[in-house]
């Protein structure tokens, strides 16, 4: 029963653009506390991707980036590749909840 | 570079303790940058938050599970635990230990280093 929607899924040819929703509510993104995103590859431990909104850890391509407005955030994939097939997961900090939330989670396949 | 590495039992009954232990190297366990932190994954579901621990010892629980979590913190052992009581085949996840690190307000903290993950069943 996560606070944070994200879509089941989310498709694409290799080389396009996709994007991924997070939409939350005012005790959580709307509030302005920030967002970070995860990549679970399939039989892995997640592994962080975004953090703070839009910031990319040393290593993580720029083909990814994250933003966030009012209360969703969106992570975007440019130029997808088919290593990038995987779970993705939004996190943020809900005050309701006075702790961590992570979204539903997204699969994105690549075609 | 740290390094987390959770261990414990893979199989627990029905009513009774979980209790899973979450080994730190390569970087102190009571370093004021960092709190640690337990997640949860039953299988082919999303990933749920637990429980986080400061440095200093000071829990946080997920308010779904408060009343049968605990997490503590060892720094001699540079290691941090986690019991779930009562468990039931719901709580049947892979269990994960995290490192958090953030900005200067502690809500902004995030999870930038995971264990593998180890598979707890629940199940007589």
């Known amino acids: 029963q996560s606070v944070l929607t994200q879509p089941p899924s989310v498709s694409g040819a290799p080389g396009q653009r996709v994007t991924i929703s997070c939409t939350g509510s005012?005790?959580?993104?709307?509030?302005?506390?920030?967002v970070h995103w995860y990549q679970q590859l399939p039989g892995r431990a997640p592994k962080l991707l975004i953090f703070l909104n839009n910031n990319r850890p040393s290593g993580v391509p720029d083909r990814f980036s994250g933003s966030r407005s009012g209360t969703s955030a969106s992570l975007s994939i440019t130029g997808l590749q088919s290593e990038d097939e995987a779970d993705y997961y939004c996190?943020?900090?809900?005050?309701?909840?006075?702790?961590?939330?992570f979204g539903t989670g997204t699969k994105v396949t690549v075609l | 570079q740290v390094q987390l590495q959770e261990s414990g039992p893979g199989l627990v009954k029905p009513s009774e303790t979980l209790s899973l232990t979450c080994i730190v190297t390569?970087?102190?366990?009571?370093?004021?940058?960092?709190?640690w932190g337990w997640i949860r994954q039953p299988p082919g579901e999303a990933l749920e938050w637990i429980a986080t621990i400061s440095y200093n010892g000071i829990p946080y629980y997920n308010p779904s599970l408060k009343s049968r979590v605990t997490t503590s913190i060892d720094t001699s052992k540079n290691q941090f635990s986690l019991s779930l009581t009562s468990v039931t085949a719901a709580d049947t996840a892979v269990f994960y230990c995290?490192?958090?690190?953030?900005?200067?307000?502690?809500?902004?903290?995030?999870?930038?280093?995971w264990g593998l993950g180890t598979l707890v069943t629940v199940s007589s």
């Open positions: 996190q943020s900090y809900d005050s309701t909840l006075s702790g961590r939330v």
């Open positions: 995290a490192r958090l690190v953030g900005p200067t307000y502690v809500s902004g903290y995030y999870f930038d280093n």
């Open positions: 005012s005790t959580n993104i709307g509030a302005g506390y920030d």
């Open positions: 390569g970087d102190s366990i009571n370093n004021r940058r960092y709190y």
